[in-house]
């Protein structure tokens, strides 16, 4: 899951100015989607052909090595309101580059790991957000492969959302005849009609067949709730 770990976060900023090192795949997209949102986005890559391919999409794009202390000294990276570290496959780059950035006083650095070792050890070092792309899509969508749910996104260690088709004993029903919170210990959010429109879900809210409902809770009570026939 696309897990964040620790408690604190950056304060929302309409305009985030965001140094994103390492433009593999997860890298560029993060940096694409930073860009399509409004935030200014310094890309950093060693790769001379990556660094040319985005030089046009980011607002700036250096290329540069990252492990370097003089080098992060030289980019100013102690003036970015986050860094995200999205180098996972070269372990010692990747570490080495999260400790500068603390170092350099980098507080909201966002760091990928491919293991849970390597990302055992950027906790260790003072990394608040340490995500586990792959690991965290193969869990989503193992749900959604076993007909499980259609969508199932982890909200924190213990809480998820899931988009699933209502089970048929629900048809005819109201969401408060079905008791469905002291029921299930879950919650409906919204419903829809499963063509992508989404209505905030109230208790006199009538569930007809194949509809789809968005539920929130623990996770346990959750998977319980969208085994239901
Ligand atoms: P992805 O899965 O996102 O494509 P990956 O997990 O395989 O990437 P890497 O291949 O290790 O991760 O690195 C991603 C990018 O980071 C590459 O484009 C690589 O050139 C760049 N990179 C690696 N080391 C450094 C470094 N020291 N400084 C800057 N960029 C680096």
Redesign the pocket.
């Known amino acids: 899951m696309a897990k964040a770990v620790g408690t604190s976060r950056p304060r929302r900023q309409i305009h985030a100015n965001v140094l994103v ?7 560029k997209a993060i940096a694409r989607e930073l860009m399509k949102n409004g935030h200014e986005v310094l890309g ?4 001379e052909q ?1 660094v040319q391919q985005m030089s046009a999409e980011l607002t700036q794009c250096v290329k ?4 370097q202390d003089a080098v992060l000294k030289e980019l100013s990276v102690k003036d970015f309101d986050s860094a995200v570290v ?5 372990v010692e ?1 990747s570490i080495l ?1 999260a400790s500068l950035l603390l170092q350099n006083g980098v507080e909201n650095i966002w760091a ?1 790991s ?1 293991s849970e070792p390597h990302g055992r050890i950027l906790r260790q070092l003072g990394v608040k957000h340490v995500v586990f792309p792959e690991k965290d899509m193969g869990n989503r969508v193992a749900h959604m492969v076993s007909g499980e749910s259609l969508d199932y996104v982890p909200i924190d260690e213990d809480f998820v959302m899931v988009k699933a088709e209502s089970p048929d004993s629900f048809n005819g029903k109201s969401l408060a005849d079905l008791k469905i919170r002291s029921n299930h210990g879950v919650t409906v959010v919204a419903t829809s009609k499963g063509d992508g429109q989404y209505q905030p879900a109230f208790p006199e809210t009538i569930i007809q067949k194949g509809d789809v409902l968005v539920v929130a809770g623990q996770t346990q009570q959750v998977d319980k709730f969208c085994a239901i026939g």
Not at 21 to 27: A, D, V, Y
Not at 44 to 47: G, I, P, S
Not at 86 to 90: K, N, S, V, W, Y
């Open positions: 090192i390492g433009l593999g795949r997860f890298g950093v890559d060693t790769d990556i540069a090595d990252t492990t999205a180098i996972g496959a070269d780059a580059t990928k491919n």
